[in-house]
DNA sequence: GCTTGCCCTCAACCACGGTTGAGCCCAGAG
DNA sequence: CTCTGGGCTCAACCGTGGTTGAGGGCAAGC
């Protein structure tokens, strides 16, 4: 069972795979798609560098809670691309994450109220509430699929 | 402009669309995967109930959140069929959506301060970080297309 | 020198949540 | 009687987020 030439800094797709529990097809794609980047032996095998799996995680844990590869994508774009990322180039990363968390808590939080008060004050009879009226609330939305409002 | 002859207390499949800011495909989408229902007049027209206003609303709200169609529906057919659900009918469909929406807040809120700790107290250089290692919080997920995970 | 295991590319396919277009029916107004 | 504006069906297409399979390369061990 041949392992890849490694020197120990350096990790091939499937040693990724392994570690951070995604598929290699999903690690081809991510890069195809600019999320994560590699460099190449002389033999056109892809290496990553350790700092892949901290972006897999972020791009799992990201996408995990609904956010689109595109914007991960983007917000991953704001890390220095030639410089090992610091927990400082993160903290900013992650400033910017928690206001789009936030907005999302609130969203599902007044979804959750608003059901429970509706049910509450018998006002699912009328269409003047905002869960049968939801233009109020959800705006108008663009074509394509979609399941979340893009960030 | 014919309107339609539409018995008051039936809509047509553009007046749905219209009260609702749902395109007509997407009415006939949501119909064909059974989450709402008609009836067809003597030339094959779609009529709908008032209460198709509240499905679609609902619809809308839950995608909103990112649940996607399918549970939409298992939630929908909770609903008694045949006769006009009451409040009460309604109050047990969002008992069950409340617990679930609760566990989605519950999951954005761990991720949001997550990456905050995680940020403070520099462990994203951790591989024991949960979010560096998110398998300990996210679990195996299985094969598809899919952005949250269905409940 | 052949088998085994890992890697490569490229194209095809999948499910989801729809939209778009072609071709047709039907009713009312002019 | 034709035109117009609804409505109908069915098939094709789109973007997203991948997986699967065919066909091939390279290196280590028997």
Known sequence: MPRPHTPFH?????????????AI???????????????????????FSRETLR??????ASQHVGISLAAIRD????????RTPTPDDWAQLSATWRTELDDRIAQLQALR??????????????RSCHLTNP???????????R?????
Not at 25 to 47: D, W
Not at 113 to 126: A, F, M, N, P
């Open 10 to 22: 350096e990790l091939t797709v499937g040693q990724v795979a392994d570690r951070s529990g995604v």
């Open 25 to 47: 097809s999903a690690l081809h794609f991510y890069e195809r798609k600019g999320l994560i980047r590699s460099v190449r032996t002389a033999t056109n095998q892809r290496r």
């Open 55 to 60: 972006r897999v995680a972020f791009i799992r």
């Open 75 to 82: 917000a991953l774009d704001q890390l220095p691309s030639e």
């Open 113 to 126: 109220d608003q059901l429970t008060d509706c049910i509450g004050c018998g006002c699912l009879s009328l």
């Open 135 to 145: 233009r109020d609330v959800l705006g108008r939305e663009g074509a394509g699929a």
């Open 147 to 151: 399941r979340l409002p893009h960030p």
